[in-house]
């Protein structure tokens, strides 16, 4: 997935121009790995670090613009570590992993100077969410312009995550965001549901085509819903987005 066919365009820029960079700090190996993979596939730079002393160093070094920091470390507890990247790196937006009883990790992780706290099991778009959001509220970046996609009277900010048709706002789930995108960032496009299944449920799932159906359902209840269709089916073929008329 870190090809360039793969992931998606650099939606958020450091005020540089370069990729956001993100620390990934987690002992797991396994989880470690499928983090860095994910917030590669936004475009950002990545590095990651196995316990609390490699990611001391790591943060001198790679100076990143936020921390995904585990609970569970080989070599130092999770919130002593938090409170030791905190005096490293006092600005940086920094999201805290927990195990066990969300309420009490979720206190203590932010007493310890984290700005967010993610319980396991997660979904990674969940996090990407957050962290996000912690980095755009940071001030670390300057959103590259045409973060608006509009098609018809559909808008979609990529920035603030916000959707509106002929002025209504739209609520949208996280995984709905990401489909609609999608459809809006290829309009008049057919795209099959191997394509689609790809680019939105990489990481979740392995080629169930039947969850692309249910969400577009959900999508259309959500955007064309006593209006004028915008999505589309081609029977055999996929799915598109156009300009209701």
């Known amino acids: 997935m870190t090809t360039t066919s793969h992931r998606r ?43 609390g002393a490699d990611a001391v160093r790591s943060v001198r070094d790679f100076r990143p613009d936020a921390v995904v920091l585990d609970a569970l470390l080989p070599d130092v507890e999770g919130l002593s570590a938090l409170g030791r990247l905190r005096r490293e790196i006092p600005g ?10 969300a309420a009490t990790q979720r206190i203590a992780g932010l007493t310890a100077g984290g ?7 997660f979904a990674l778009e969940d996090l990407v969410a957050r962290l996000r959001g912690l980095i755009r509220r940071s001030g670390a970046t300057a959103v590259r312009p045409g973060s608006l996609l509009c098609v018809g009277d559909l808008l979609l ?46 990481y979740d799932f392995g080629g169930q085509a039947n969850v692309v159906e249910l969400y577009v359902s959900y999508l259309r209840k959500k955007i064309d819903a006593g209006r004028t269709p915008m999505i589309h089916t081609r029977r055999g073929a996929g799915y598109l987005i156009k300009p209701g008329e």
């Open 92 to 101: 940086v937006p920094m999201l805290f992993l927990t195990a066990g009883d």
């Open 157 to 202: 900010d990529e920035d603030s995550r916000e959707v509106s048709r002929a002025g209504q706002s739209i609520h949208l789930t996280a995984t709905e965001f990401e489909l609609l995108r999608y459809l809006m960032r290829n309009p008049r496009r057919v795209l099959s549901k191997a394509q689609i299944l790809d680019r939105v449920w990489s």
């Open 115 to 121: 700005d967010d706290v993610v319980a396991k099991p």
């Open 9 to 51: 365009h650099t939606e958020m820029l450091r005020q540089d121009g370069t990729p956001v960079r993100v620390l990934v700090v987690d002992g797991e190996a396994a989880l470690s790995e499928l983090l860095s993979m994910a917030l590669r596939y936004e475009g950002w730079e990545v590095h990651s670090a196995d316990d």
